[in-house]
């Protein structure tokens, strides 16, 4: 139904490709696993025309979690996860002044943040500098994607929950909580920050399956706290659950659709890796 290749969809003047996209098969059924960010920008839009048809006829959309879903969930988990009964821990003097210059250069009030542990503000501050750079939480893929099954009246099926996300940053002590967010201040002052928020969105944006190699191999070698929190809880700790999921899914119906961060799908202990392991079978398309 669709021609395959960016050369392709050159010629029909069509979107190109974007992200990654693999097909899981086991049993007779199928299923699409397809690579997302979680920030946007209007240039990423309209996604290609092979995916809009796989999403246009998939009787399920699965994603992390829904962001178009219920907005209480989401402030109930911000509130047990995010936010210090007491007031977040005190940076020390020197980090709490450099601190102050970031939430003044993204115009962020201090108060609204003082309540937030150190986990979240270093999570807000990374989305701000996104924002700086270019790629907006309001844009991003899984949002977008959200947005069209909502309008079409598809299944979604979330394979997480925003409770069970958050709680990973809550497993952080709030010593280690602190040296997260001062690795975040440091990644955004040496410019680090903004120039992998440009190598993610590049990659992602072209479906740039080397460079997509080299930011997992890079994340496999960060030795930083944050780095290895990254590597080792939010990504090598999620993928076993969500590979389940998506064998559950796909046992239930044919043809669905999955669409994860894109940082899921690559590496040693990606989930299309893991999927393989339990014997399905995964070809890359893009």
């Known amino acids: 139904m669709f021609a395959f290749g960016p050369a392709a969809a050159a010629e029909q003047g069509a979107a190109p490709n974007r992200g990654a996209l693999f097909k899981v098969q086991q049993g007779g059924h199928t299923l699409y696993l397809f690579g997302t960010i979680h920030v946007g920008a209007r240039d990423f839009y309209p996604l290609e025309p092979r995916l809009a048809g796989l999403l246009k006829n998939a009787p399920a959309l699965a994603l992390e979690i829904d962001p178009l879903g219920d907005p209480q969930q989401l402030a109930r988990a911000v509130q047990q996860h995010g936010l210090a009964a007491k007031g977040a821990p005190a940076l020390a003097p020197a980090w709490r002044q450099r601190l102050d210059r970031l939430l003044q250069q993204y115009n962020i009030e201090p108060q609204t943040v003082a309540a937030m542990k150190p986990w979240l503000l270093a999570s807000l501050l990374t989305v701000s500098e996104f924002a700086a750079q270019g790629y907006e ?150």
């Open 137 to 286: 939480a309001s844009l991003a893929v899984d949002a977008h994607l959200s947005k069209q099954a909502h309008d079409a009246g598809q299944k979604i099926v979330e394979l997480e929950s925003a409770d069970s996300q958050m709680a990973l940053f809550d497993q952080m002590s709030a010593a280690e909580q602190l040296v997260f967010l001062q690795e975040a201040i440091e990644g955004i002052e040496d410019k680090e920050q903004a120039y992998q928020a440009r190598e993610i969105a590049d990659a992602w944006r072209h479906a740039d399956v080397k460079a997509l190699e080299a930011l997992a191999l890079k994340a496999e070698q960060d030795q930083t706290f944050s780095g290895r929190f990254v590597q080792k809880v939010l990504l090598e700790g999620r993928n076993p659950a969500l590979a389940d999921g998506m064998v559950k899914l796909m046992a239930r119906e044919n043809n669905s659709v999955a669409a994860i961060g894109v940082l899921h799908l690559i590496g040693k202990t990606s989930v299309p890796e893991l999927l393989r392991k339990r014997g399905l079978t995964v070809e890359r398309i893009y």
